[in-house]
């Protein structure tokens, strides 16, 4: 009786375990799904900084690692579907290098060194992460500002940014909000049309 009583334990002991095992297996099934999804190629041939013929592309991937003295791979795998932090970071580049209309020798000499521009560039980084905006808010192509690139270059002159920096352009406009002014700005913008008897 005791025995028989053991041997049905065990037995919904194995059921309970197959449950377990299938529950488990049912589990991993959804997580492979999104392995698949991943591995998907999202990007492709698709990046407006490469242009022209397949061989100018190829030229231009070419002049990337050269430029940087390094393998593809630091950057991503051979499908294009997994980036390194680098390969993210350049993908930011790559549309900054877009709204200026240059290449990364624009900037980088190497992987640690810059142009004398670099100042210059990091605290156009700066501002538009204060600000919110991207280069092209301001860049349209080589040498060419937009109408608020052209207003920015002025209040750029007027209030010393080069020294003084982005926060200081915080008096006026808000934060985050692409040069949207702020209830002093709108006070100032008043002012300014009084003057002008608009
Ligand atoms: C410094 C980083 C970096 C290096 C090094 C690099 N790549 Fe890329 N590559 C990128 C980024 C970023 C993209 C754009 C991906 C996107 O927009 O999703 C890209 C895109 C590409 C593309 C698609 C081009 C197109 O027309 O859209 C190919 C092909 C490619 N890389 C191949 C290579 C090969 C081959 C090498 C080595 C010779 C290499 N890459 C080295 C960062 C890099
Ligand atoms: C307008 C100037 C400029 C251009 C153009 C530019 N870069 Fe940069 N890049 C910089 C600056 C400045 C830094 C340093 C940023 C920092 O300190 O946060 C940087 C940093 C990087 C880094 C990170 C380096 C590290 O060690 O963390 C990578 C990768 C990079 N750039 C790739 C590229 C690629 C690829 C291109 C061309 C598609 C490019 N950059 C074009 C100015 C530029
Ligand atoms: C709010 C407007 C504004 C934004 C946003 C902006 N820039 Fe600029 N940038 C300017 C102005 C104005 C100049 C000066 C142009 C001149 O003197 O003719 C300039 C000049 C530069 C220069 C020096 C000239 C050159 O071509 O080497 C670099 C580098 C530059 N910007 C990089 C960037 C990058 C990179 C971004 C995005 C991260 C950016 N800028 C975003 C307004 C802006
Ligand atoms: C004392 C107030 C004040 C300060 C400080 C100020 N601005 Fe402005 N800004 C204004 C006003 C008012 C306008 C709107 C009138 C106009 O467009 O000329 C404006 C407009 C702009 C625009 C155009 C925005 C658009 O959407 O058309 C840009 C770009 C800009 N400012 C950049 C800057 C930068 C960069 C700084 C910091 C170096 C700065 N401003 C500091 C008052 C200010």
């Given at each position: 009786?005791?025995?028989?009583?053991?041997?049905?334990?065990?037995?919904?002991?194995?059921?309970?375990?197959?449950?377990?095992?299938?529950?488990?297996?049912?589990?991993?099934?959804?997580?492979?799904?999104?392995?698949?999804?991943?591995?998907?190629?999202?990007?492709?041939?698709?990046?407006?900084?490469?242009?022209?013929?397949?061989?100018?592309?190829?030229?231009?991937?070419?002049?990337?690692?050269?430029?940087?003295?390094?393998?593809?791979?630091?950057?991503?795998?051979?499908?294009?579907?997994?980036?390194?932090?680098?390969?993210?970071?350049?993908?930011?580049?790559?549309?900054?290098?877009?709204?200026?209309?240059?290449?990364?020798?624009?900037?980088?000499?190497?992987?640690?060194?810059?142009?004398?521009?670099?100042?210059?560039?990091?605290?156009m980084?700066e501002l538009c992460?204060?600000m919110?905006?991207?280069?092209?808010?301001?860049?349209?192509?080589?040498?060419?500002?937009?109408?608020?690139?052209?207003?920015?270059?002025?209040?750029?002159?007027?209030?010393?940014?080069?020294?003084?920096?982005t926060?200081?352009?915080?008096?006026?406009?808000?934060?985050?909000?692409?040069?949207?002014?702020?209830?002093?700005?709108?006070?100032?913008?008043?002012?300014?049309?009084?003057?002008?008897?608009?």
């Amino acid at each position: 009786m005791l025995k028989l009583f053991q041997k049905k334990l065990l037995k919904v002991h194995v059921f309970i375990a197959c449950i377990a095992i299938s529950f488990y297996f049912e589990a991993l099934v959804p997580s492979n799904a999104e392995q698949v999804e991943k591995n998907t190629p999202s990007v492709t041939y698709s990046n407006p900084y490469f242009k022209g013929t397949r061989e100018e592309r190829d030229a231009q991937v070419k002049r990337i690692s050269t430029l940087f003295g390094v393998e593809c791979n630091f950057c991503h795998n051979e499908d294009l579907t997994v980036f390194s932090k680098e390969g993210e970071k350049s993908k930011e580049m790559m549309k900054a290098s877009v709204a200026l209309g240059v290449e990364c020798d624009h900037c980088h000499v190497d992987r640690k060194h810059y142009k004398e521009n670099e100042q210059q560039a990091k605290k156009m980084f700066e501002l538009c992460e204060i600000m919110g905006t991207e280069c092209n808010f301001c860049h349209a192509g080589k040498d060419k500002l937009t109408a608020k690139g052209e207003k920015a270059k002025t209040a750029f002159l007027t209030r010393a940014w080069a020294i003084e920096g982005t926060k200081q352009c915080l008096e006026c406009h808000t934060e985050k909000k692409q040069f949207a002014l702020n209830f002093n700005g709108w006070q100032v913008l008043n002012a300014m049309k009084g003057l002008k008897g608009m």
